[in-house]
C-alpha cells in the first residue's frame, strides 16, 4: 500500500433506468429495468481506488437520511476511510441514469444536495489530512470554490493533484495551474480547448492547449481506445483492457481515475499506472453499476498479467 489517496468529491445514489431512448418531452415510455445504487464521481473514485488497493480518505458532505446509510455501507465495504460534514439542512445526493438498452451509453442528471454545499470551510478543516496525502483528487461536482482551496493546499504541500473536470465546465487559468495530472474525456477536452477531439492527433492538441494553460500533464480518456497520456510534447498511449462484452460505461471515467490514482500512489511508473487504471476501468464496464462495478486488487492484476 502507497501513500494515502485523499478524494475530494460527493456521493449520490444512482437511479438507473434502461429503455432503448429517452423519451421525449410530454412523453411516457415503458422502460426495461431499473437499479439503485451507489454512485457520484467523488465516491466512485473513492471506491475504485480503495477496492484496487489504496489507503483511500473521501471527504464529502451528506445528508442524515437512508442515502447516507447507503454511502457508509459502501464505502465500509471498499474500505473507503470517511471524512464526512454531516449536513441535517439538506438531502444525501441523487442521480436519474438513463442507460440506453443494447449500448449502455447514458445520460445523466445528478441533484448532489449537502454535497452541493462543500465549502471552502470544509477543505480548510481537513487541511491536515490533504497535506498528508501523496495523491489528490478531486472533480467538479462539488463547488468549485472548494476544490480551487483543496487543490492550493495539495500544491503547497507538495501532493500529487489530479483534477477530472466532470462534469465539464470552464476552468480559470489558476486553477489549471495547481494541476499535476488533468483527466478530461473527450468532450470535456473539447469544452475546456474548444477543438475537436475525435482523433488521437487531436487528443494531443487538446492537451498541448491544456498544458499551455499551465496544466502538468494531461490523459485524455477515450473510451474504448483506452487513453492517452500528454506531457511535454511526448505522449503515451494505452489500450482499453476489457475482459468481456461492455455492459455499463457508467463508471468507466471513475474507475480509470481512481485506479490510475492508487497505482500512482504507489511509486509505479506512468506507463504501469495507464496501464493499472485501463485495467480497473476494463472490468469495470462489463458489469452493471458504477460502485458496485469496481473490481478487487486480484482482479486487476489477473487481468494486467493475462
Not at 49 to 56: I, S
Not at 162 to 175: H, S
Not at 189 to 207: I, S, W, Y
Not at 221 to 246: C, E, F, I, Q, Y
Amino acid at each position: 500500500m502507497g501513500k494515502p489517496v485523499v478524494v475530494l468529491g460527493i456521493f449520490n445514489a444512482d437511479t438507473g433506468y434502461r429503455a432503448a431512448r429517452l423519451p421525449k418531452l410530454g412523453e411516457t415510455i415503458m422502460g426495461a429495468g431499473f437499479h439503485l445504487g451507489p454512485g457520484g464521481k467523488g465516491s466512485n473514485q473513492a471506491t475504485a481506488a480503495a477496492r484496487a488497493g489504496g489507503d483511500v480518505h473521501m471527504v464529502t458532505r451528506l445528508g442524515e437520511d437512508d442515502f447516507a446509510a447507503m454511502a457508509r455501507a459502501v464505502w465500509a465495504d471498499a474500505g473507503v476511510k470517511p471524512h464526512v460534514i454531516v449536513d441535517r439542512e439538506s438531502h444525501t445526493g441523487s442521480a436519474f441514469i438513463f442507460l440506453q438498452e443494447g449500448t449502455g451509453q447514458n445520460a445523466i442528471i445528478v441533484c448532489p444536495g449537502a454535497a452541493g454545499r462543500i465549502s471552502e470551510d470544509d477543505v480548510e478543516a481537513h487541511r491536515a489530512l490533504i497535506e498528508g496525502a501523496g495523491v489528490f483528487l478531486t472533480q467538479l461536482e462539488q463547488p468549485q470554490p472548494a476544490a480551487l482551496a483543496a487543490l492550493k493546499i495539495a500544491r503547497a504541500a507538495g501532493v500529487t493533484t489530479i483534477l477530472n473536470p466532470a462534469p465539464a465546465a470552464a476552468l480559470p487559468d489558476e486553477m489549471l495551474a495547481l494541476v499535476d495530472i488533468l483527466t478530461p474525456n473527450e468532450s470535456e477536452a473539447e469544452t475546456l480547448t474548444g477543438l475537436p477531439v475525435t482523433t488521437v492527433a487531436e487528443a494531443e492538441a487538446a492537451a498541448d492547449a491544456l498544458i499551455a494553460r499551465g496544466v502538468g500533464a494531461v490523459i485524455v480518456t477515450l473510451g474504448a481506445n483506452g487513453v492517452l497520456w500528454r506531457k511535454d510534447g511526448v505522449s503515451l498511449h494505452a489500450p482499453a483492457r476489457a475482459p468481456g462484452p461492455v455492459v455499463d460505461t457508467t463508471g468507466a471515467g471513475d474507475a480509470f481515475n481512481g485506479g490510475f490514482a492508487v497505482a500512482l500512489s504507489e511509486g509505479q511508473a506512468i506507463a504501469d499506472a495507464l496501464a493499472f487504471g485501463c485495467a480497473v476501468a476494463g472490468i469495470s464496464v462489463t458489469r452493471h453499476g458504477a460502485a458496485t462495478a469496481m473490481p478487487a486488487r486480484a482482479e486487476v492484476e489477473a487481468l494486467l498479467a493475462s
